[in-house]
């Protein structure tokens, strides 16, 4: 309950007792009684009242405080890591609009899969549960004038416990070719307004680190404990 509606209790409550004694023919005994109930019930309110507040105040201090941060930059700082890019993840781009994108094989897998799933609810008049997002970010990870492509895949299927689906590819002469698929916690969805005073919109950063590997620069996930994902030479991809 909150504390203006239990204020506006607390005045009904003695309004309507003051009636109650005015307009009852009872004995003194039985108004002395009364009274105490009265009293009893008016201490038991404003105590709920006071406790009401209490949560309210600690509510207000945690919401003041500093959220944990995605990535900890101090911390990769401190361990030796100089970070070349905080964060990646700036002005997203629509899959569906990239042809070379759409035709990269588990790309296009995740397409057709997420064409079919919407076509199923709909014949279904299913309500869809997560709305999807297909969204990519350039970034030239190994300084050569090319940009790798980070393309990230939300929704119904994309998601798990440990985020969402992201995969890591560069071009080649016989088109994209991936480097890296991972889940991870890089789409959060247009909802989760807490954080956008750091910039942040519909996705976590990704950071990039000056380390190389192979000439590929090492990268950090978002909520991974600052985790460093670093090139592998002989696989050919981040690992």
Known sequence: MK???????????VLLTGIWLYGCGNT???????????????????????????EDEQTVRLTEEEPGMPIDYKELEEAGYGIR??????KPLP???NQMLCEQEKIKNYIEFMEWEIKLHMENDMHMPVEYAMDYFLYDLNDD??????????????????????????KTDE??????????????????TVY?????QAYWPIAVLEKETGGYHAFVLPWS??????????????G
């Open 3 to 13: 504390i203006k509606n239990k204020k506006r209790y607390i005045i009904m409550l």
């Open 28 to 54: 003194a005994a039985d108004l002395s009684v009364k009274v105490k109930s009265v009293e009893r019930s008016l201490r038991d309110i404003q105590e709920s009242v006071y406790e009401q507040n209490m």
């Open 85 to 90: 890019e905080k964060n990646i993840c700036v």
């Open 95 to 97: 899959v569906l609009e």
């Open 145 to 170: 004038g090319i940009y790798e492509y980070i393309v990230s895949f939300a929704g119904c299927g994309f998601e798990g416990s440990s985020g969402n689906s992201v995969c890591i590819c560069r």
């Open 175 to 192: 088109g994209l070719e991936e480097m890296n698929g991972i889940t991870a916690q890089v789409y959060k969805g247009p909802n989760m």
């Open 196 to 200: 956008e005073k750091y910039g942040y």
């Open 225 to 238: 404990g600052n985790t460093v994902w670093e090139y592998n030479v002989e696989e050919g991809r981040y």
